[in-house]
T-cell receptor
């Protein structure tokens, strides 16, 4: 199956800092999503971004499908940004999402 | 993603009990999914329903039995579970994905299941 690698595995940020999370995938995909899982376990859709660039407030994402990677940018981080960020991809029309291992982000005051 | 509603939020059951998890969406999505997530691990797909028909079973043990009574509802029936089945169970839905570019999946808040 398709391999999804996320880096870094852990990230500690001071409030107000910027950061970049990376997702590499091993094959062409037709779905790529970024999620934030908060400490209560809620999995929140951040972006549906199989290609191109999108922005939503302090978050933005870019996927370069031809080079098989996606980046998630967090600017001016806040303590509420803490949690695990997952990248997930699907290659086939059955919609089977394959998740990466996630990046654990801790934002300190 | 609060458009997918899962009940109950928490469930504690013994190994001999029978219980069911429920998932509901009213977005008109025609594909629905069950995922299992163990602590500090990513979600893993269990089942996919498309147009109320089971299309993928990821070799899940028969003690988990999915059911899709209509396009808005998805159940997961549990029987004779083991302690290692304790996990967060997530439901998701997406728009028609048959023969088209994948659509984003929207997740519910999950049911946290503990097996005694």
């Amino acid at each position: 199956g398709i391999q999804v690698e996320q880096s870094p595995p852990d990230l500690i940020l001071q409030e107000g800092a910027n950061s970049t999370l990376r997702c590499n995938f091993s094959d062409s995909v037709n779905n790529l999503q970024w999620f934030h899982q908060n400490p209560w376990g809620q999995l929140i859709n951040l972006f549906y971004i199989p290609s191109g660039t999108k922005q939503n407030g302090r978050l933005s994402a870019t996927t370069v499908a031809t080079e098989r990677y996606s980046l998630l940018y967090i600017s001016s981080s806040q303590t509420t940004d803490s949690g695990v960020y997952f990248c997930a991809v699907a290659r086939d029309s059955w919609g089977k999402l394959q998740f990466g291992a996630g990046t654990q982000v801790v934002v300190t005051p | 993603d609060t458009e997918v509603t899962q009940t109950p939020k928490h469930l504690v059951m013994g190994m001999t009990n029978k219980k069911s998890l429920k998932c509901e969406q009213h977005m008109g999505h025609r594909a629905m999914y069950w995922y299992k997530q163990k602590a500090k691990k990513p979600p893993e797909l269990m089942f996919v329903y498309s147009y109320e028909k089971l299309s993928i079973n990821e070799s899940v043990p028969s003690r988990f039995s999915p059911e899709c009574p209509n396009s808005s509802l998805l159940n997961l029936h549990l029987h004779a579970l083991q302690p290692e089945d304790s996990a967060l169970y997530l439901c998701a839905s997406s728009q028609d994905r048959t023969g088209r570019r994948n659509q984003p999946q929207h997740f519910g808040d999950g049911t946290r299941l503990s097996i005694l």
